[in-house]
């Protein structure tokens, strides 16, 4: 039996402040954008080419806004990663280079953590 992670819940104060961050500063596919009630609105964004997408609304969570810390994301070419986010207006850090990876940190308005690593040739 495949055992897949599709969806990872990421808390945050003001869902259409964080819709716009992750569309227009990460580069994330909005597929849902579902109001269930005046408690419940269900939002649901994709990185491009990811299996797993973030869940985020109003009702979903009972976790701080900011909790989520250590999300990663992994591309095949951290320079033009970085080249992408910041032509989006995202401030991002230089590219730490490390054995085990190259990354990117950044942050959501809220201070949910992101980072991004590109993994080196195995062998």
């Known amino acids: 039996m495949d055992w897949k992670l599709e969806l990872v819940a990421v808390p945050v ?3 259409d402040r964080a819709i716009a961050f992750y569309v227009e500063k990460a580069g994330f596919v909005l597929d849902h954008d579902h ?7 269900f939002v649901q ?4 080419g990811s299996a797993c997408s973030i869940a ?3 009702g979903l ?7 989520a810390q250590g999300l990663q994301l992994v591309v095949p070419d951290i320079e033009a990663a970085r080249d992408e986010l910041v032509s989006r207006g ?3 850090g230089e590219i730490d280079r490390q054995p085990w990876g190259a990354f990117l940190y950044f942050t959501d308005p809220d201070g949910n953590g992101w980072a991004v690593q590109e993994i080196p040739p195995r062998g």
């Open 13 to 15: 104060t003001d869902v």
């Open 35 to 41: 109001r269930v009630s005046d408690e419940l609105r």
């Open 45 to 48: 964004l994709t990185p491009r």
């Open 56 to 58: 985020l609304g109003t």
């Open 61 to 67: 969570l009972s976790t701080p806004p900011g909790s």
């Open 90 to 92: 995202l401030d991002v």
